[in-house]
C-alpha cells in the first residue's frame, strides 16, 4: 500500500491557504466537477498491483492535483497520470462535468479509493434509452425539460434549482424509461433504486441507506435519484400502522428532500402508480406532479410498429387490429404481454413468421375470454 501524505501540519490547513505554483488561470470551459478512482496501473498487461492508496489529506489531493493536471482536457472514462509521487500510477475519471472541460483552479476534485468503493452499495445504472424511445407522455416529457435544463447547467438556477418530482400513474406507461432517458441523454449518473431496498433490518438501517444513497449521489453530481414505488416507504398517515418503521424512513426523506443538507446537482424523481397513499408531508416537498396516461390510438400504433422493427422473426399481423387490441393497455404489457409472448409461441413451435394466431395465444395466455378477443377483432 502506498501512502500519500502531508508532511507536516500545514495539511489541515484550508484550501484557500494551501499554496500551488503556476497553476494556470483557466476561466472558459473550465472542469466544475472531476471525480476519480484509484486504477493502478492498468495497461500494465492487466496487473493492478498496488492500486490501494491510502490518501490521508483530501483536501491537500485536490490541490495537488490542480497543481499536476491545470490545464488539461478531461472526460469521463478516461486516465490521468501520476508523473511527481508515483510515476505512471492511473486515476481512471469517473465523472468529468461538463464532458472535455479543463481542470482549471475552481475545479472541484473528489477521489474515491478502492476500499470506499467497497462500502459504496449504491448502484448506478447505464441506460441507452434515449427521449424518441419513450413514446407519447408529450406532456411528461416537456414538463422534465426543466430537469435536463438544471442538471444540465446546475450553477445556472442557484436557488431555484428543481430538486423533486414526483411521476405517477399506471404501471407500464414509462415513468422508469423517461428517467433512464434524461439521465442517458445528459450522460450523468442515474441512481435507480426500488424504494423497499432502503428498508433495513433494525433501526437506524433505513436512515444510514437514504443517507448514504444521497451522499453517493452528491459525490458524482449532477446526478438522477430515481425512487420506484415511493408509497411503499412514504406511506399516508393512515395507513403507517401497517409498517413501524414509517417515521423514520420518513423523516430521513424529508431531511434530504428539504436540502438540510446542500444536493447541489442532484434531482430525486420519485415515483408511484397511486400519489393518494403518499404521505402529505413527503407529497408536499414535490415541487412538481407528472402524470403519465395510457397511450392513445395513435400512440400504441407507433409502440407496436417500433417493437415489431426489432422482431427476429418475420411477421404477419394486421397492425391496425394489433391497435384496437391493445386498447387501455400500456407500452409495457403491449411488448411484453402480446408481442413477446407471441413471438416467443411462434419460436416454440418452429415458424418463421408470427402470426395472428400467436396473437390470440398470447391474449388467452393472459386470460382474456374468448369473446373478449373475438369482439377486439370485430
Known sequence: MIN?????????????EVSIINKPN????????????????????????????????????????????GGTSVKTGSYLFDQKIIPDFAFKIITAYPEDSIIGENTSITIITNDEEKTDNVKR????????????????????KLIYKYLQDPEKFGNWAPKNVLFYGLPGTGKTMLAKALSNELNINLFLVKAT????????????????????????????????????????????????????????????????NPNDGVVTIAATNN?????FAIRSRFEEEIEFKLPNDIERREIIQLNLNTYPLNYDLDIEKLVKLSKRMSGRDIKEK???????????????????????????LNKYKKEEVKGMFE
Do not use: C
Open 275 to 279: 400519489p393518494s397513499t403518499i404521505d
Open 197 to 260: 431496498s432502503l428498508i433495513g433490518d433494525h433501526v437506524g438501517d433505513a436512515a444510514t441507506k437514504i443517507h448514504e444513497l444521497y451522499e453517493t449521489a452528491l459525490k458524482s453530481a449532477p446526478s438522477l435519484i430515481f425512487i420506484d414505488e415511493i408509497d411503499a416507504i412514504a406511506l399516508h398517515r393512515s395507513f403507517q400502522s401497517l409498517r413501524g418503521d414509517v417515521s423514520e424512513i420518513v423523516n430521513s426523506l424529508l431531511t434530504e428532500m428539504d436540502g438540510i
Open 338 to 364: 402480446i408481442l413477446k409472448t407471441a413471438l416467443h409461441n411462434a419460436i416454440i413451435n418452429d415458424k418463421e413468421t408470427v402470426t395472428l394466431d400467436d396473437v390470440y395465444f398470447a391474449l388467452k
Open 125 to 144: 445504472v447505464k441506460s441507452n434509452v434515449f427521449f424518441d424511445d419513450v413514446v407519447g407522455q408529450e406532456n411528461a416529457k416537456k414538463k422534465s
Open 26 to 69: 483557466l476561466v472558459e470551459n473550465e472542469t466544475k466537477v472531476l471525480v476519480l478512482e484509484t486504477a493502478g496501473y492498468p495497461f500494465n498487461f492487466g496487473l493492478l498491483e498496488g492500486h490501494n492508496l491510502e490518501i490521508s489529506d483530501k483536501v491537500l489531493f485536490e490541490q495537488y492535483a490542480i497543481d499536476q493536471w
Open 4 to 16: 500519500v501524505k502531508s508532511e507536516n501540519k500545514s495539511s489541515n490547513k484550508k484550501k484557500s
